[in-house]
């Protein structure tokens, strides 16, 4: 079946630092892969997303590169602000006729000044 | 609305009670989802509702669990009997379509229920 890994956190970073979460996946067929964030008291919100390989997803500085060949989706940010505090969701759909999202178990990131 | 909207945001009830959630979907969205998120255990599945296909209801739990969409567009989780392990918040989703894996589904805040 369909399965996400994404890095266990806490992940604590210094505003400004370079942020990388990984995430891994299992699907069958050709999967779409996403990133959602879910901001403290707030609902999930989609972040980005790549529906082929090599696409590059991207939004408010962030961006992940589906990898087909290592079957990763890896969450990246250059410069932290204290506002991308959140839990960051890595999730699938694996491909047409499928409807539901496989998340990952969310990356909580602490951003401290 | 703007948004998927959930109600009651907020639920405590005492074990062996029902409760029901409500979700009011983004207005033409066809497609309605309801995910679970217990702590730790990341975001679960419960069912799904496509226009007037049947539910595909493969992720509930028990049969404690049901839900229904009247007219294609509200939903109601109904969860019997509540048990401390239900505790947990209830995610309501839609999207535009229900099919094609490029679909962007939008979530709501969530119902957070707690049983005591």
């Known amino acids: 079946g369909n399965s996400v890994t994404q890095m266990e956190g806490p992940v604590t970073l210094s505003e400004e630092a370079f942020l990388t979460i990984n995430c891994t996946y299992t699907?069958?067929?050709?999967?779409?892969l996403f990133w959602y964030v879910q901001y403290p008291g707030e609902g999930l919100q989609l972040l980005l997303k790549?529906?082929?390989?090599?696409d590059k997803g991207s939004n408010k500085g962030f961006e992940a590169t589906y990898r087909k060949e290592t079957t990763s989706f890896h969450l990246e940010k250059g410069s932290v602000q204290v506002s991308d505090s959140a839990v960051y969701f890595c999730?699938?759909?694996?491909?047409?006729?499928?409807?539901?999202?496989?998340f990952g178990k969310g990356t909580k990131l602490s951003v401290i000044p | 609305g703007a948004g998927v909207s959930q109600s009651p945001s907020n639920k405590v009830t005492e074990k062996g009670k029902d409760v029901e959630l409500r979700c009011d979907p983004i207005?033409?969205?066809?497609?309605l989802y309801w995910y679970r998120q217990s702590l730790g255990q990341g975001l679960e599945f419960l069912i799904y509702?496509?226009?007037?296909?049947?539910?595909?209801k493969s992720g509930l739990p028990s049969d404690r669990f049901s839900a229904e969409r009247t007219g294609g567009s509200v939903s109601t989780l109904t969860i019997q009997r509540t048990q401390q392990e239900d505790s947990a918040v209830y995610l309501c989703?839609?999207?535009?379509?229900?099919?094609?894996?490029?679909?962007?589904?939008?979530f709501g805040e969530g119902s957070w229920l707690t049983v005591v």
């Open positions: 790549a529906t082929k390989a090599d």
């Open positions: 207005s033409g969205h066809t497609a």
């Open positions: 999730a699938l759909n694996s491909g047409a006729g499928s409807y539901q999202l496989t």
């Open positions: 699907a069958t067929g050709y999967p779409s």
């Open positions: 989703a839609s999207s535009l379509v229900g099919t094609g894996s490029g679909n962007t589904i939008y």
């Open positions: 509702f496509q226009g007037n296909s049947a539910p595909d």
